[in-house]
């Protein structure tokens, strides 16, 4: 289990380094005037599969009581469905596949504040 519990902060703080370095990236790409592309899309499919990866630890860990070690398990919880529904629904319900120049703006700054909640979700973990 100790195995487990070092993979899941692990891909937790892989998942905030992600987040910063594809929000600043596609902050370059929208400065530029660019649009989205396959690249860019490709990466935040590896980041949404990263956090999914990351909630399916969760649960082991969960089934496991590492849970209720944590001070606010639920806001915990709460925070990781979010990160996990968030992009799917920027794409599809605000942005309704546009891949223009606003796209790409809207996109940057959904995964820097991604990168916020990874940040928020660590710290609600950190058992108490």
């Known amino acids: 289990m100790a195995f487990v519990i070092v993979l899941h902060e692990g891909l937790s703080n892989m998942a905030w380094m992600f987040f910063l370095v594809i929000g600043l ?13 396959g690249s860019y899309m490709g ?28 001070n606010r398990p639920e806001v915990h919880v709460l925070y990781g469905a979010f990160v996990i529904v968030f ?18 703006w809207v996109l940057a700054f959904s995964n820097l504040f991604l990168f916020g ?9 950190i058992l108490g």
Do not use: C
């Open 25 to 37: 990236w596609g902050l370059v790409r929208a400065f530029r005037g660019q649009a989205v592309d």
């Open 87 to 104: 992009l799917p629904f920027i794409y599809f319900t605000t942005l309704r596949g546009d891949d223009s120049n606003r796209g790409q």
């Open 43 to 70: 990466a935040m499919a590896i980041g949404q599969g990263l956090l999914i990866l990351q909630a399916i630890i969760g649960v082991v860990l969960w089934i496991n009581g590492r849970l209720s070690t944590l």
């Open 117 to 125: 909640v990874a940040l928020r979700l660590i710290e609600t973990g």
